[in-house]
């Protein structure tokens, strides 16, 4: 038999390539002579390097970069040399993690470290880049990016704003003359799971902003400010990206990934499976197994799982779930492409627990589908 092994991570338990390994010991201890397609997912989301690399057979880098207020951090992301791929997390540069609530300003933040994490990339020879836009904790639009990239924002007397997003509100004109070149054949996955546009009640100042430290006075400075941001870029550029579905990303970043480069915003999980070579993977497959820590009604939003079932489906490939937690409105599933949701705690425990035995709990409940599909199926008369 063939399995896909496609799980997302089991977070704070295992990462998506250890449940790919339980998956296939699990599968193993029934079926030893299986062929097993290793084929770790993410959303674009945390982990989404981890399980890039360890699908395509890359390397983790790390590079020193400025955090979000420019304080150096180191910050590791994906690189796959053989196809010139960088997996880019701009949370390990810009992220929400990074700075202590107290220290949350996001008029002053800044998405300048993604910028230098691009360069690092494009010095080791990456020609294409996945980036995973979440959990920022800035509102600049990107214009931190820009100008680590060679992007001069100037205000009316020719002076270069200072970084940050309530700085844009002097924006007279962007000039790229000085922008690294190498970007002009360098293209852009950008896997977003939000269509927020830039702009408005649900923008990125509006809807993200409270989370990042803004408070009333500043939700209407910064949606102010990203305004004048819109209107320069689409001056120069000759793109509208203040309504666009996802510009208000990670703070706006989405709008400057869409507006200076060539870019394609996704869902996380499809800019995933297809860097991945996921569909392929499947041809002549038996069976496919997904999974991550919970399984409910949020799953049909488009996380890891039904991208997988997704795919699967179109191949006439059934596919089982394993989770940690199958939650409510998880029945909703069975009529999107999967054949069984399983949940992989054997009993009783306490949360720490689920999450320690996660990998031994995940193997036992692959071997016991397993066993199932030994059973000879017996029609009736």
């Known amino acids: 038999m063939k399995f896909v092994l496609a799980p997302d991570s089991f977070k704070e338990s295992m990462t998506a390539a250890e449940a790919v390994a339980a998956m296939e010991r699990g599968v193993r201890s029934v079926f030893p002579d299986a062929v097993c397609i290793a084929a770790p997912m993410a959303d674009g989301g945390e982990g989404t390097a981890d399980a890039l690399v360890a699908a395509l057979g890359g390397t983790l880098v790390t590079a020193e970069v400025q955090d979000a207020l420019g304080r150096t951090v180191p910050a590791t992301y994906g690189f796959v040399a053989a196809e010139e791929l960088a997996v880019v997390e701009i949370a390990a540069a810009a992220g929400i993690h990074l700075v202590a609530v107290v220290d949350r300003d996001p008029r002053i933040a800044s998405t300048f470290g993604v910028g230098q994490l691009i360069i690092d990339a494009l010095d080791r020879g990456a ?198 937690r199958v939650g409510e409105g998880a029945e909703a599933l069975y009529g999107r492409g999967f054949a069984a949701l399983i949940p992989i705690v054997p009993g009783v425990c306490t949360l720490e627990e689920a999450l320690a035995a996660g990998a031994a709990n995940l193997e036992k409940a692959v071997a016991t589908t397993c066993r199932l599909l030994t059973v000879p199926q017996h029609s009736r008369p």
Do not use: Y
């Not at 214009?143 to 100037?154: N, S």
């Not at 962007?174 to 996955?189: H, K, M, Y």
């Not at 799971?193 to 006075?217: C, H, I, M, W, Y």
């Not at 400075?221 to 208000?248: C, K, M, N, P, Q």
């Open 127 to 324: 020609r294409r880049f996945i980036v995973g836009l979440g959990g920022s904790v800035t509102n600049d639009g990107g214009a931190g990016m820009l100008q680590a990239l060679g992007a001069r924002l100037l205000d009316v007397d020719g002076a270069e704003l200072p970084r940050g997003g309530a700085a844009l509100a002097r924006l007279a004109r962007i000039d790229l003359s000085g922008i690294d070149p190498r970007l002009a054949g360098t293209t852009f996955g950008i896997a977003c799971d939000v269509t927020n546009p830039l702009l408005g009640p649900g923008g990125a100042s509006r809807v993200f902003g409270p989370q990042k430290g803004a408070d009333e006075t500043a939700m209407a400075e910064l949606d102010a400010a990203l305004g004048a941001f819109a209107s320069v870029v689409t001056s120069t550029t000759g793109r509208e990206v203040a309504t666009v579905a996802g510009a208000g990303a990670a703070g706006g970043l989405g709008a400057a990934f869409l507006a200076f480069f060539d870019s394609t915003m996704r869902r996380g999980v499809d800019v995933v499976m297809e860097a991945s070579h996921l569909p392929e993977s499947m041809a002549g497959a038996d069976i496919v197994f997904t999974g991550e820590g919970s399984i409910d009604a949020q799953t049909l939003g488009g996380k890891t799982p039904l991208g997988v079932a997704e795919t699967a489906a179109r191949h006439g490939i059934p596919v089982i779930a394993f989770a940690g």
